[in-house]
């Protein structure tokens, strides 16, 4: 069975990650950024910090990064309850580009 990692963040915002290989959680090395969401591919791992932007981490590979691409994502934002789950038909789609399309 080849390697595969399994990407987790903690209460606190600390991303670990458990790989097949090993049989224990490892603290990524980068401790300063604390992290909401992470999710991954198997060529790369992207999440969005506590700050709300968007980091990529990709894997060492001989295929060079070709293109930038940039996306925005479209969240409902409530004074009391703060980021809202689920967007009002209204609303525009979840991800769109600089447009908003």
Do not use: H
Not at 43 to 50: L, M, T, Y
Request: proline letters at 3%.
């Amino acid at each position: 069975m080849p390697n595969s990692v399994l990407w987790a963040v903690d209460l606190f915002g600390r991303v670990y990650t458990l790989s097949t290989a090993g049989q224990y959680w490892e603290l990524c090395k980068d401790s300063q950024l604390e992290f909401k969401r992470v999710s991954a591919t198997t060529q790369c791992c992207w999440g969005i910090a506590c700050d709300n932007q968007v980091y990529v981490y990709v894997c060492a590979s001989d295929v060079p990064i070709r293109r930038r691409e940039e996306a925005y994502e479209n969240q409902r934002w409530n004074p009391v309850g703060g980021f809202c789950e689920k967007l009002l038909l209204s609303d525009r789609w979840g991800w769109s580009d600089v447009s908003g399309l």
